[in-house]
């Protein structure tokens, strides 16, 4: 056989086997998504736990605070930076006044839902493929399936339907700090008057870009979950297999992260030919 041959060979195998792993993810996405219902009707302890662990986190992450702490650092400092780069940008053309604009659009639009996606795959995401992946390779999995427990509602159902339930309050937090940030940078720091930033951020933050912003941060946290337990709960390899499916969980969450925020934003706001100044 001819090298061209044996390369095209090898590229149909490549292609096939991208092919049945796109399926496999698929066929364990939609089941993990259908078993969220079964697991809040068998496991709603489980269910609680999770929740509480994804909020206050375990060992060294319970003793700065868990998810709430990283999540709520994270915009908050990203909400300064939006102050700051607003400010320094629109002052560029004499505009510096709309600063509040600046927060009341872009926070609420991209930087809040980015940033506390990104904290959600670095900290809960990461977290469920290291546990799922070690019961995997401990067998313990496999020990549940002997004691006839279903292990995608018990494992995989109450972890998806925890993160919906834990994001609500964390996002909510990670609005407000990234809202309180910008607007201490903005008065306290650069020295803008407190009513023009108060004016202008109320004139243009809308109660429906506030909806659906949560939406959005809700569309993520199923993404992050999702894709986090389908690379745990395939681990192999031993304890080294678990870190490689770790890091390929955060890689792909990031991705879908990203993916969410383009494709809500473009069906949201990809249209809008105008500036609407109230709701």
Do not use: C
């Amino acid at each position: 056989m001819s090298r061209g041959a044996l390369a095209g060979k090898r590229a149909a195998r490549s292609v096939s086997r991208g092919i049945d792993t796109v399926g496999r993810q698929v066929i364990f996405f939609v089941g993990a998504l259908a078993s969220t219902g079964r697991a809040a009707r068998h496991y709603p302890r489980e269910t609680l736990r999770v929740v509480s662990e994804i909020g206050l986190g375990t060992g060294v992450l319970a003793m700065i605070g868990g998810s709430v702490a990283i999540m709520g650092f994270l915009t908050l400092f990203a909400g300064a930076t939006v102050a700051v780069q607003g400010f320094t940008s629109l002052g560029n053309i004499g505009v510096e006044a709309l600063t509040g604009f600046m927060s009341a659009y872009v926070n609420v639009r991209v930087v809040a839902p980015v940033v506390a996606g990104v904290g959600l795959a670095a900290t809960i995401g990461a977290g469920t493929t290291a546990q799922l992946g070690a019961m995997r390779i401990s067998e313990e999995i496999d020990a549940l399936e002997v004691m006839a427990i279903r292990s995608i509602p018990y494992l995989v159902g109450t972890r998806i339907l925890a993160g919906l339930i834990a994001v609500v309050p964390l996002y909510a937090l990670s609005v407000l700090a990234s809202f309180l940030s910008s607007r201490i940078a903005t008065v306290v720091v650069l020295g803008q008057s407190p009513g023009v930033y108060d004016h202008y951020f109320a004139t243009f933050l809308r109660p429906a870009d506030v909806l659906w912003s949560f939406f959005q941060a809700i569309t993520m946290a199923v993404v992050v979950m999702t894709v986090h337990s389908y690379y745990g709960y395939t681990a192999t390899g031993g304890p080294s297999g678990v870190g490689v499916a770790t890091g390929r969980a955060v890689r792909m969450s990031l991705i879908g992260v990203v993916t969410v925020t383009l494709l809500i934003s473009l069906a949201l706001y990809g249209s809008s030919r105008q500036l609407h100044l109230a709701g």
